[in-house]
């Protein structure tokens, strides 16, 4: 503003100056709102990491712990999208067992275990055949093999080998 006879008027160099920086402050927010947008979709589209897709060889292992017996198995497992599913024997019958889970394109992930016993010597507490368990394994991948190992109770572990 600047005085006058009758008073004070607005400067209009000064408006403009302010129209001028009040666009540059829009544009900028609007530049930042488009990269965190796009960086926002590729987070969500490395929860759907294919990094790992493909057939894995996998071996999970039991060692002796309370007075049950150790076990090992061997099955095969998927990754497809991102989302590692094996599975050992028939679904519904004693020994059955599958692991599930999403892996992420750092390969650090926790699957679930889920089963039902096969043998009740080989479970802790000697529980009978068909009885339901499951348990948490935190699970590390690299391009052609994963380790991991079970969380809570009995020390287990497990191992993945990508088929070529």
Request: glycine share 14%; aromatic share 8%.
């Amino acid at each position: 503003m600047r005085q006058s006879g009758r008073g004070y008027t607005e400067d209009s160099s000064v408006n403009t100056k302010a129209a001028a920086a009040s666009s540059v402050t829009r544009s900028l927010l609007g530049a930042v709102l488009c990269v965190l947008i796009a960086h926002s979709s590729e987070m969500r589209a490395d929860g759907k990491s294919k990094r790992f897709d493909g057939e894995w060889d996998t071996i999970l292992s039991c060692s002796n712990f309370a007075g049950a017996l150790g076990y090992s198995f061997e099955f095969p497992s998927l990754i497809k999208e991102g989302v590692l599913h094996g599975e050992k024997g028939v679904k519904g019958e004693p020994g059955w067992l599958q692991l599930d889970g999403a892996i992420p394109s750092d390969g650090r992930a926790n699957i679930y275990a889920n089963g039902l016993v096969g043998a009740s010597e080989a479970a802790v507490g000697h529980r009978p055949p068909g009885a339901q368990y499951g348990y948490h394994v935190e699970v590390e991948f690299t391009d052609t093999s994963g380790r991991g190992r079970r969380v809570e109770g009995r020390p287990c572990t497990v191992t993945f080998t990508k088929k070529l």
